[in-house]
Nanobody, 126 residues
């Protein structure tokens, strides 16, 4: 059974930090890029960051560049997203998704994702 399970969300004050995890199982991890996406109430889903599992290529949305860091532990089939210097506008449900690496690893188009996690809520208070 394919699973992507996010964890690590929560309530944090502005300026604080969180580390999100995305644990993958049931598919060949190396064949994918893992993307983090977020969706705030009333807003469209936004791509946040992406990592190619086989080549460790990373990319970030301009809105989070310099504040968020994506990494992977391939031995654990887990991708992490370190959120730092959080702002209230970072409040959203954060999802991870697996995109076949054959489409490239420079970014993770949501429309090409094979698998999605259930999401984890991040709330940043001002």
């Amino acid at each position: 059974e394919v699973q992507l399970v996010e964890s690590g969300g929560g309530l944090v004050q502005a300026g604080g930090s969180l580390r999100l995890s995305c644990a993958a199982s049931g598919f060949t991890f190396d064949d994918y890029a893992i993307g983090w996406f977020r969706q705030a109430p009333g807003k469209e889903r936004e791509g946040v960051s992406c990592i190619g599992i086989s080549d460790s290529t990373t990319s970030y949305a301009d809105s989070v560049k310099g504040r968020f860091t994506i990494s992977s532990d391939n031995a654990k089939n887990t991708v992490y997203l370190q959120l730092s210097s959080l702002k209230p506008e970072d409040t959203a449900v954060y999802y991870c998704a697996a995109i076949p690496a054959e489409y490239g690893t420079s970014w993770c188009p949501a429309s090409l994702a094979d698998y999605w996690g259930q999401g984890t809520q991040v709330t940043v208070s001002s």
